[in-house]
């Protein structure tokens, strides 16, 4: 059965939204780039996929995107199209279960610490792939690497501390949007 053209349709309100929250999301990884593998992005990318679940997807693109814009679309560029993607994946998940507050908050540290400390792991498959590494070679790149994963996870991790309280605020700000016509 084919989708209606109204189910299918993202309000204007939304596309706004997501356009300053994947450009935010950008704007923040910029102004922390002095910080080795230290940013928000995945306080960002778990907080809106905790409230806009599926079309969360819809603002990493645009930071996605963003990126490539302004550093250039070259090899580097190519694992930002799935890198972020487990992220998500773990997000979505995490967020069909109630549970109580005292709870996730350590599980959603954890999970976001964890794909920072994954993120080489993630990245070398592209990397091998468009290099001609061998396995040895991308387990090497990847050892290499490492201390920057670690800090990449300490800092997600720390930031995971801010998800629900951000994800809170999108969900009144979501919920504010609803009920009226003003635009906050």
């Not at 079309?55 to 645009?62: D, F, K, M, S």
């Not at 005292?102 to 959603?108: D, E, G, S």
């Amino acid at each position: 059965m084919p989708l209606s053209t109204q189910s299918a349709r993202i309000p204007i309100r939304e596309l706004v939204i997501f356009s300053v929250l994947g450009t935010i999301m950008y704007i923040s990884r910029v102004i922390m780039q002095g910080l080795p593998n230290v940013h928000l992005l995945g306080l960002f990318i778990a907080s809106i996929t905790l409230v806009y679940r599926g079309r969360a997807l819809i603002p990493l693109y645009v930071y996605v995107m963003v990126e490539g814009i302004f550093a250039g679309f070259s090899f580097w560029w190519v694992p930002y199209l799935y890198i972020w993607l487990p992220l998500w994946l773990m997000f979505m998940l995490a967020g069909k279960f109630d549970l109580p507050r005292k709870v996730k908050l350590p599980l959603y540290m954890v999970l976001c610490g964890l794909h920072g400390l994954m993120f080489g792991i993630l990245y070398a498959p592209a990397q091998a792939f468009m290099f001609g590494l061998n396995f040895e070679g991308m387990v090497a790149w990847i050892i290499a690497g490492l201390w920057f994963d670690v800090a990449h996870g300490i800092g997600n991790f720390a930031a995971g501390a801010l998800i629900i309280p951000l994800s809170e605020l999108l969900h009144k700000l979501q919920a504010r949007g609803r009920g009226s016509s003003f635009i906050a």
